[in-house]
C-alpha cells in the first residue's frame, strides 16, 4: 500500500485501521497541536469610519490639515519607531 507519512497517521487517527496511535512509539510522545478558535470582532464600531468616509470628509472639508501616524515595531517588548507625516498646504 504505497500512502504518505500524514496520511497513514489519518488512517489510523480515524480508526481505519488496526493499528492505534499507542502502538506507534514516537506518536504518544508528541502532544497535538491545540487550535485556538476566536470568536468573530464586533466590526459595528467601523460605521463611518471607513477611508471612504474619509475621503468624503475631506472633500467636504478642504482646508482640513492632515497628520497621518505609523508605529514600527522590531522585537516584541523592544524598541518601536513612531513616525509621524504633516501634510503642508501650499499658501500660494
Known sequence: ??????????????????????????????????????????????IGRTYDDFEKYLLDNPDTQIVEMDTVEGKKGGKVLLTMLLEIQNLC
Open 1 to 46: 500500500m504505497k500512502c504518505s507519512k500524514s496520511s497513514l497517521y489519518n488512517y489510523i487517527d480515524q480508526n481505519q485501521l488496526s493499528a492505534r496511535n499507542i502502538d506507534l512509539p514516537r506518536r504518544i510522545r508528541f502532544s497535538t497541536s491545540k487550535v485556538k478558535r476566536t470568536s468573530p470582532k464586533d466590526t459595528s464600531i467601523r
